[in-house]
């Protein structure tokens, strides 16, 4: 359950980027809609070359009745694209200001009703967009007053950042008849319960992402490419840009492959593909981008003094909850091993005390570090800790060696 507090830094962090991509024109949608390829190695082989990605120990998988259910919903099909229904929660009526206005809701996890911010608002007549704006902070959009005729609003889950491919939902119908200075056409939810609503669990995570972004002060300006998200898709895994989810509940898997799309877009870092049990060793360049994923999902989810960081529901079944504050000592030890490489990254960030940790390292001056483009791309933890022991003061360093130490990852003098 969200507290006030982290309502408002959802809030503030959507009105700075708002304000941000206001004057940023939206990516063309012209998506054809198709579902990931059943052959999942096949289209990560292509992209990764002989050693794809194979996240298949991450979730439950795939679930045809979640596609069965989409498909049940949808009211109309255009070019590809979903249209589906929402709830009116406030009808049409005039505003006191001049302008076209409304509001998008949708409801959380929880089942609290939420602003929908970073949505777009389009304002269709007939089959033409004439107009599109981006909601802010409360899910409120305005446009110019257009001229005379008939209109509907429909409503994407996309900005400049990311887009939840290829959805849309229904907004008003009205008409515009003579010289009208303002309208509302009032509030449309996101209908709770249905399948497509489920859509905004996931709009959700980004939008906790900024919310880390703000409340921890890192820059955007390496954030360059939308990402473009795949619902439901074949399996979890991110490639080319493209973050695939399997399930809108599974917060923390979520997390994750979006984590691997701000590691590939942020960090100057090596990725590497292959198949990685959470609790096995292999590769340290492919435990290294694992772990970062796993990382920055706790971030965004988790509280930074939680004496037991962990995720209780969805991240790997088999091995649940996944601890990344207290990791269970049958896990392999050191840097070849994502759920190590995560734990070391949280307890260089969070405020907990446990052992020998003591470190409270910003996320700032994390992908400061790990973000330069002067440097040699980080292939594993042995290099992330030199570039941190670069860039952190060096009263740091000491606690720095012991947050490492105490994750069994290896370090340099």
């Not at 009808?91 to 777009?120: E, H």
């Not at 009208?180 to 249905?194: A, D, K």
């Not at 898709?233 to 979006?258: C, F, I, K, P, R």
């Not at 981008?289 to 969805?314: K, M, T, V, W």
């Amino acid at each position: 359950m969200r507290t006030p507090a982290r309502l408002f830094a959802l809030a503030s962090a959507a009105a700075l980027l708002v304000a941000a991509c206001q004057n940023t024109p939206l990516p063309q949608r012209n998506l054809p809609f198709a579902p990931p390829p059943a052959n999942l190695q096949a289209q990560n082989a292509q992209a990764l070359g002989a050693n794809p990605i194979d996240d298949s120990d991450m979730s439950a998988g795939f679930r045809p009745q979640t596609a069965d259910r989409l498909e049940s919903e949808v009211i109309a099909q255009q070019g590809g694209e979903r249209l589906f229904a929402t709830r009116s929660l406030q009808g049409l009526q005039p505003a006191s200001t001049p302008g076209l206005s409304g509001r998008l809701l949708y409801t959380d996890r929880q089942g609290q009703i939420l602003p929908a911010a970073m949505a777009t608002a389009s304002l269709y007549q007939g089959g033409r967009k004439v107009a599109s704006a981006l909601t802010n902070a409360q899910g409120h959009w305005q446009l110019p007053t257009p001229a005379a005729g008939a209109y509907q609003v429909r409503y994407t889950l996309e900005n400049p950042r990311w887009v939840i491919s290829n959805y849309s939902w229904q907004g008003p119908e009205f008409q515009v008849q003579g010289d009208v200075q303002g309208l509302n056409v009032g509030e449309t939810q996101l209908v709770p319960g249905s399948e497509n609503g489920k859509a905004g669990w996931i709009h959700d995570v980004y939008l906790r992402s900024l919310a880390l972004f703000d409340r921890e002060q890192v820059p955007l300006d390496w954030w360059r490419f939308q990402i473009r998200t795949i619902w439901p898709g074949q399996g979890d895994y991110y490639t080319n840009n493209t973050v695939h989810l399997t399930g809108a509940e599974q917060w923390d898997v979520n997390g994750h492959e979006v984590g691997h799309a701000i590691y590939h877009q942020a960090l100057n870092a090596r990725s590497q593909g292959g198949f990685h049990k959470i609790d096995e060793c292999y590769s340290p360049t492919l435990a290294l981008s694992e772990g970062f994923a796993s990382f920055f999902s706790a971030a965004i989810h988790l509280e930074r003094n939680d004496p037991d960081a962990r995720f209780d529901q969805y991240l790997v079944p088999r091995r649940a909850p996944i601890r990344v504050e207290n990791v269970p000592d049958d896990v392999c030890p050191g840097s070849r091993n994502e759920w190590r490489v995560a734990s070391a990254f949280w307890d260089v960030y969070d405020t907990h005390i446990d052992g020998q940790d003591r470190s409270r390292v910003g996320m700032a001056p994390i992908f400061a570090a790990l973000g330069r483009r002067d440097k040699p791309a980080a292939r594993d933890m042995l290099d992330v800790y030199g570039l941190f022991k670069e860039a952190f003061p060096a009263e740091q360093h000491p606690l720095l060696e012991r947050a490492f130490v105490q994750n069994t990852m290896e370090i340099q003098p």
